[in-house]
């Protein structure tokens, strides 16, 4: 079940999010620390509107919440509300006032027994969440994992505390998020989600996101789990390039993005999970190399792996930028037109990029802002190098690549080779894909430069990415949420 947190300031402002959420959602929480001003009238208005089940909330400051008014007025207005038809109530493990707990149950609405942690998992979660349900509560817990382990930890409730029914965990923060959309898998009962735009607590997707997006309501015990790991990781579009894709295809298979710090520990949550596949971006498109059993060919020469699938007892590496990269130049290539190629950048992005157009015999030269690495890549892959500042002397160049971050959002304006002196006859290559067109894109364009935006690739080596996750070709459908 997914359940819409209202967070509208006044009652006319919720019924409208419920309104316009209601098809997508099964629960609505209304948090009265976010009413501005609340009173009877204006909850009674609100939950007269409201043809789901409701969860009344006040949450203090300290739990994450906005109440800030002290616990007589918190207790008085919840104890007002709960006669207004409501199914559960949540209330704070440390709340010791009797008589809301008394009436709640006289009125038979669900106690939600919750413990809030802004900072950290705590050591004796368990313990917590097994006092928390000690007197037949939901028992929830909301805390803060620092790190992939802390978010293994949440995932660990499902089978250490199997017997217990009624229960939420969820993990705040980006190290959460995979917590939310997979909250089956961590034996909660339902998972929370804001309108969008807003986010009533650190972690919160949309309710577009969840229900469409991820569907994550549609997961069971059979569904297989695929994902993305990076460091940062979720401004990546991957998830629409996969999930559309999966239900496209009929699979029952969904892709999450775990935000990784530790790639060890992030293998050891993909056996537990278990996770089939996942996507690998920077940082650790090298890290994981020690964990895999086989690796591709391409892996091999490039050093780098974006793709690992799981084959029997081994994970096995592959490298789909190397083919992701040719796809949207496959026809220049073969034609021979691309014989002199300007690669900026000498990162890992770079590595695919040149060992992949070194394979078409291209002559290439590495441009980078330490010398020192353009370099290394150039001596590897028998190429030429110099420093950035050399791009305005290039001349007969059939195409140019950007492989740095240089001029991703939200450094729109810039461009990592202002200088170079487009003729117009060049091909131009972005990797960046948000925004779509770059200071660099911009400048080629001008020219009348043919030019590839950073999407046709990504999407290239999403597909067959896809086909190695599923062994089926991409579904012909757009999946046009990427852009
Ligand atoms: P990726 O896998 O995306 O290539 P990376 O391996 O960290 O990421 O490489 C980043 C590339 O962007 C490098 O070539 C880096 O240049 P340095 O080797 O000099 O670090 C380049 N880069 C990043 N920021 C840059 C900047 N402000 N100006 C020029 N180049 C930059």
Redesign the pocket.
């Known amino acids: 079940m997914l359940c819409l947190t209202l967070t509208g300031s006044h009652a006319s402002e919720c019924i409208e999010q419920f309104r316009e959420y209601r098809n997508l959602i099964h629960l609505v929480e209304i948090r009265l620390d976010l009413l501005s001003d609340p009173d009877r009238d204006e909850v009674a208005q609100l939950c007269q509107s409201i043809d789901v089940p409701i969860i009344l909330t006040c949450r203090r400051k300290q739990d994450g919440g906005a109440w800030e008014q002290g616990e007589k007025l918190r207790t008085a207005l919840l104890l007002t509300c709960l006669e207004l038809g409501v199914s559960y109530i949540d209330l704070e493990e440390d709340y010791k006032r009797q008589e809301l707990e008394q009436r709640a149950r006289e009125l038979s609405v669900n106690i939600i027994r919750s413990y809030h942690d802004t900072r950290k998992v705590p050591e004796d979660m368990f313990a917590r969440l097994v006092k928390l349900s000690k007197r037949g509560d939901i028992a929830k817990i909301a805390v803060t994992p620092q790190s992939i382990t802390d978010t293994h930890i949440l995932f660990n409730v499902e089978r250490e505390l199997a017997d217990m029914p009624n229960k939420i965990v969820i993990g705040m923060g980006e190290w959460g998020i995979p917590t939310r959309i997979l909250y089956k898998r961590t034996g909660s009962l339902f998972t929370y989600c804001s309108p969008e735009g807003t986010s009533a607590a650190s972690g919160h997707l949309s309710a577009k996101t969840m229900a469409e997006l991820y569907r994550a309501d549609r997961v069971t015990q059979a569904t297989q789990i695929f994902g993305v790991v990076g460091n940062p990781v979720m401004h990546t579009s991957s998830p629409m390039i996969h999930n559309p894709a999966f239900h496209q295809s009929g699979l029952d298979a969904i892709y999450v993005p775990f935000l990784v710090d530790n790639v060890r520990s992030f293998f050891k949550l993909a056996e537990r999970l278990p996770v089939t596949g996942f996507s690998v971006t920077?940082?650790h498109?090298q890290q994981v190399l020690p964990f895999l059993g086989r690796i591709s060919r391409e892996v091999k020469l490039i050093g780098s792996c974006n793709t690992v699938v799981r084959k029997g007892s081994l994970w096995k590496g592959l490298n789909t930028d190397f083919y992701g990269f040719l796809q949207p130049i496959q026809a220049e290539l073969e034609a021979g037109t691309i014989r002199k190629a300007v690669v900026i950048?000498?990162?890992?992005?770079?590595r695919s990029v040149v060992w992949a157009l070194r394979n078409y015999r291209c002559k290439v030269v590495i441009l980078?802002?330490?010398a020192q690495?353009a370099r290394k890549l150039a001596e590897e892959t028998n190429s030429q190098w110099d420093e950035?500042s050399a791009a305005a002397n290039q001349e007969h160049v059939d195409l140019i690549v950007q492989?740095?971050?240089?001029g991703m959002e939200p450094n729109d304006q810039l461009n990592?080779v202002p200088d170079f002196p487009f003729s117009g006859r060049e091909i131009a290559y972005e990797l960046v894909y948000k925004p779509q067109r770059t200071a660099f894109i911009q400048a080629a364009e001008q020219a009348g430069c043919r030019v590839v935006y950073g999407m046709q690739m990504l999407l290239a080596q999403g597909k067959l990415q896809f086909e190695s996750f599923t062994g089926l070709s991409y579904p012909q459908e757009p999946t046009d949420s990427t852009s």
């Open positions: 920077v940082p498109k950048g000498a990162g890992g992005a770079a980078n802002r330490t690495k950035i492989t740095t971050s240089v990592p």
